[in-house]
């Protein structure tokens, strides 16, 4: 059994080093013996018959537009369809909008996502930027946030988590990120899954049921070299807010 994480644009949306995502879902899973295959789907590449994982990564407007573009029509049609049937799937900035309805930039056409979450993203005229720590499922979230984009979600999507510090999707509503079945979205870059490894485990977990068809439970690892990481980093968090 391999499982198969489908980086999405990592050429071309990947400008805050999130590809440290990717190494931590390959290296827990090599931990356990497990076997994965990362394949890098770029503007016009087809997608692999089988994704488990997708990784979605930021970027900035210019590479957005084209992206947008890009996953009209049957590939972003598949991705849906392959979330619907359990696939997992991080997003992160502006892999987090487009997999919304659409992200609307300043003075421009809005760009359509592909409607995975019930979400719209606008350019705000604010930055936010700084470390970020959320309450959800997973317990303590940590990250850090560098993003004008404002989600809003849809009365019926559920958030990533709620804000202990930092702004969140939209500063106001004390919300971050987004979840549907097995996608997440959000805007904790730093990278996330290094620091908050109980969320990586979730995502190769579920991964791994999408390739083979039934639920896993997975190996306990030594976390103690990630603890001390998560814990400096919401010390650090919490210590600058």
């Given at each position: 059994m391999t499982v198969v994480i489908g980086w999405l644009y990592g050429a071309t949306m990947n400008i805050y080093g999130d590809r440290g995502n990717i190494i931590a879902l390959t290296q827990r899973a090599k931990w356990r013996g497990?076997?994965?295959?990362?394949?890098?789907?770029?503007?016009?590449?087809?997608?692999?018959p089988r994704v488990d994982?997708?990784?979605?990564?930021?970027?900035?407007?210019?590479?957005?537009?084209?992206?947008?573009?890009?996953?009209?029509?049957?590939?972003?049609?598949?991705?849906?369809?392959?979330?619907?049937?359990?696939?997992?799937?991080?997003?992160?900035?502006?892999?987090y909008q487009l997999f919304g309805h659409e992200y609307r930039p300043h003075d421009a056409e809005p760009l359509p996502g592909i409607s995975v979450f019930d979400a719209i993203s606008v350019a705000g005229s604010e930055r936010f930027i700084g470390n970020v720590v959320i309450d959800s499922e997973w317990g303590e979230l940590v990250g850090f946030?560098?993003?004008?984009?404002?989600?809003?979600?849809?009365?019926?999507?559920?958030?990533?988590?709620?804000?202990?510090?930092?702004?969140?999707?939209?500063?106001?509503?004390?919300?971050?990120?987004?979840?549907?079945?097995?996608?997440?979205?959000?805007?904790l870059h730093g990278s996330v899954l290094p620091k908050n490894p109980r969320l990586t485990d979730w995502l190769l977990a579920a991964g791994i049921e999408h390739a083979i068809g039934e639920?896993?439970?997975l190996a306990p690892?030594?976390?103690?070299?990630?603890?001390?990481?998560?814990?400096?980093?919401?010390?650090?968090?919490?210590?600058?807010?």
């Open positions: 497990i076997d994965t295959e990362t394949v890098t789907i770029g503007i016009g590449d087809p997608l692999p994982i997708y990784f979605f990564g930021g970027g900035q407007d210019q590479e957005q537009i084209a992206v947008s573009r890009d996953l009209q029509g049957a590939k972003g049609e598949r991705i849906k369809a392959d979330i619907e049937a359990g696939a997992a799937a991080l997003t992160v900035c502006g892999g946030e560098n993003h004008s984009g404002l989600t809003h979600l849809g009365t019926g999507l559920a958030p990533l988590g709620k804000v202990r510090v930092g702004r969140g999707n939209n500063g106001k509503d004390g919300q971050e990120g987004a979840r549907y079945r097995n996608a997440l979205g959000c805007y639920p896993v439970e690892l030594d976390d103690r070299i990630e603890a001390a990481a998560h814990a400096s980093a919401v010390e650090r968090a919490v210590r600058t807010r």
